[in-house]
């Protein structure tokens, strides 16, 4: 994602309404000037980037442009939201209360999703690929 930026130039001509924020002012009264800069829109970018053989199993890169993975992420207050990431970096981690079973996330441990919901594997399995078409 790019950000684009935009100049940024306040001149705030009103008097300060509570006297007791002016103690201690630095600019003359009744003028506040401020400068800076905001976002003033962003642009997604879905080029391919550099692809770097890792030698990791679960590494893989989307090769096609504007196709992304799903995942799903947990909120603070337990509301599950679903996101879209071109990253390929995944994990196996436990799935919670299933010692049985591993579930495929992203580094942050959010959760890789397939057709029919997180994709899981059964935690004694013995080797692990993953195809052009995505099939594990």
């Known amino acids: 994602m790019d ?5 940024l130039l306040v001149q705030e001509m009103n008097n300060q309404p509570n ?3 002016e ?5 003359p009264e009744g003028i506040r000037l401020g400068s800076g800069s905001r976002v003033s829109g962003t642009v997604l970018r879905l080029e391919q980037g550099s692809v770097l053989e890792t030698g990791r199993t679960l590494d893989v890169a989307l090769l096609n442009p ?5 995942i799903s992420k ?4 337990n509301v599950e939201i679903i996101e879209y990431t071109r ?10 209360g299933n010692p049985d079973q591993l579930q495929l996330t992203a580094a942050n441990g959010d959760r890789i999703m397939g057709e029919n919901g997180p994709i899981e594997i059964s935690a004694g399995f ?3 690929s993953i195809n ?5």
């Open 66 to 70: 504007n196709v992304m993975f799903q």
């Open 126 to 128: 013995e080797s692990i």
């Open 74 to 77: 947990t909120l603070e207050n």
């Open 19 to 21: 006297q007791s924020a």
């Open 3 to 7: 950000l684009r930026g935009s100049d």
């Open 87 to 96: 990253e390929g970096s995944f994990y196996l981690n436990p799935v919670e």
């Open 23 to 27: 103690i201690g002012r630095l600019t």
């Open 132 to 136: 052009g078409n995505g099939t594990i």
